[in-house]
């Protein structure tokens, strides 16, 4: 057997740490990249030239044409967004058939989990996760609960299905009237999923052949992770946090491909710290969310929302960095810091009159922690135009210098714009 070509590249903060992009420049040198969890919720933006690319469901290297794609079993699908998205890239040239791939394990998200996923933050009023609203959670409790259906079951004769889809419509309108979320109609789903089945079952494959066939043969492969390590539903800022797993771990479970044939794990982070929805933050910073806007950035790529913005946070990503295993970080969005002339960077919480060094487990008392700043000096100027390390200003490198020591991994790669041409290799 060959020898296995495996790297995991994921977030290591709250999500839109700009994974699409970086993703997008290792497809360059990738003969596969599999998706391992999270559904349309996510949104990987990806710019060539003047042409901006934002991918929901679709692995990133579907933008480069040799390289092949498959949606793992560990993601979920609606059925209705991954065909537009086909639809949407196809109008642009870029095709998908024999290049990409559906796993017939991956579970489905039909417009039940949409009401749900409406129903329970409605209900939750003020304190709402502030989800996506894609079903992703509702899809993901009916996999658990082991009443789900696969895309697989998407290639079943059209009867077998509706009988399928209808059993589990009526089952979520006899909830409905209790829990009061909105009815679904069964005809509706049904018609609608034939339609998906008639257009996604070229596409349906078992997804663990198609990934062990691929490691076998000594394939470059990159599993590519959604949203980022602390919206991981076990690692997360728990209840604030998505469904699946977003660490390592749910690279493997996700795509079926065993943790000993992993052998990079690249932790994509931002030189300061986002998060969209609920939950603890605790460098945020009005002022900094503020300028970032003004800047027209930090705006979310699948809702639209404006994502809340703070410092960098050590405690957070030497965290995320253990979780990992992070055998290299990909630092992006430093031109962010550009203008300031005073960064401070997160390095302790102090609670109840101590200082931590790791973030509390109870979400309560994530929110009661008060930042430890260290202070840095800004650059002030632009980092833009710096295509390898010696062209970025002294104190931008001792910035990122302090992060690695910091968070105790090396840096590979560095990100200061959108741009293909705007990342390069740190040494
Ligand atoms: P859900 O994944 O739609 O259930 O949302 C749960 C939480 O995860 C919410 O706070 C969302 O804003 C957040 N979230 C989900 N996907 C992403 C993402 O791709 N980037 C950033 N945040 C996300």
């Known amino acids: 057997m060959n020898k296995p070509k495996v790297s995991v590249v994921l977030g290591l903060q709250w999500g839109d740490e700009g994974k699409g992009k970086i993703l997008d420049v290792m497809a360059s040198e990738a003969d596969w990249v599999l998706r391992a969890q999270g559904g349309n919720n996510a949104g990987h933006t990806v ?16 933008l480069r044409s040799k390289v092949s794609c498959l949606i793992a079993g560990g993601a979920v699908v609606d059925p209705g967004g991954l065909i537009r998205e086909i639809e949407g890239l196809t109008q642009r040239g870029i095709q998908t058939r024999s290049r990409l791939f559906l796993a017939s394990q991956a579970h489905l998200v039909l417009p039940v989990h949409r009401a749900v996923d409406r129903g329970f933050e409605k209900k939750r009023g003020r304190s709402r996760i502030g989800t996506t609203g894609r079903g992703i959670g509702p899809a993901y409790s009916d996999k658990m609960a082991r009443i789900g259906l696969r895309a697989g079951e998407l290639a079943l004769p059209p009867g077998e299905l509706a009988k399928r889809l209808r059993e589990r419509v009526e089952a979520h309108n006899r909830a409905a009237r209790v829990q009061g979320w ?23 494959t078992d997804g663990v052949s198609v990934a062990h066939r691929a490691v076998a043969a000594g394939k470059r492969i ?20 998505t469904s699946s797993h977003c660490t390592a771990g749910g690279a493997c479970t996700g795509t079926g491909v065993p943790p000993t044939a992993i052998r990079r794990v690249v932790g ?9 929805g609920g939950g603890p933050f605790v460098t945020e910073d009005g002022t900094l969310g503020h300028l970032l806007h003004g800047m027209g950035r930090e705006f979310g ?11 960098f946070d050590a405690v957070l990503v030497r965290r995320a960095v253990q979780l990992n295993g992070v055998t290299e970080m990909a630092m992006t969005n430093l031109d962010g810091l550009d203008g300031l002339e005073k960064i401070p960077v997160c390095i302790g919480y102090r609670l109840r009159n101590k200082v931590l060094r790791e973030p509390p487990v109870e979400v309560s008392d994530w929110e009661k922690c008060r930042p430890v700043y260290r202070m840095f000096e800004g650059w002030c100027e632009p980092t833009t135009e710096a295509r390898q390390w010696g062209d970025l200003p002294k104190k931008a490198r001792t910035y990122l210098s302090a992060i690695k020591e910091l968070v105790g991994a090396p840096l590979g790669i560095i990100s200061v714009g959108a741009g293909r041409e705007q990342t390069f290799r740190h040494g």
């Open 268 to 276: 994509v982070l931002k030189a300061y710290t986002t998060r969209v």
């Open 182 to 204: 909105e009815k679904i109609s069964a005809t509706g789903t049904i018609r609608e999923m034939a339609r998906a089945a008639k257009f996604l079952r070229p596409y349906l």
């Open 222 to 241: 990159l599993i590519e992770g959604a949203q980022g390590t602390f919206l991981d539903v076990d690692h997360g800022t728990y209840p604030f946090v």
């Open 47 to 62: 710019e060539i030239g003047s042409e901006k690319y934002v991918l929901h469901l679709v692995p990133s290297g579907i």
């Open 301 to 311: 790529s699948t809702t639209g929302r404006a994502r809340r913005c703070g410092w």
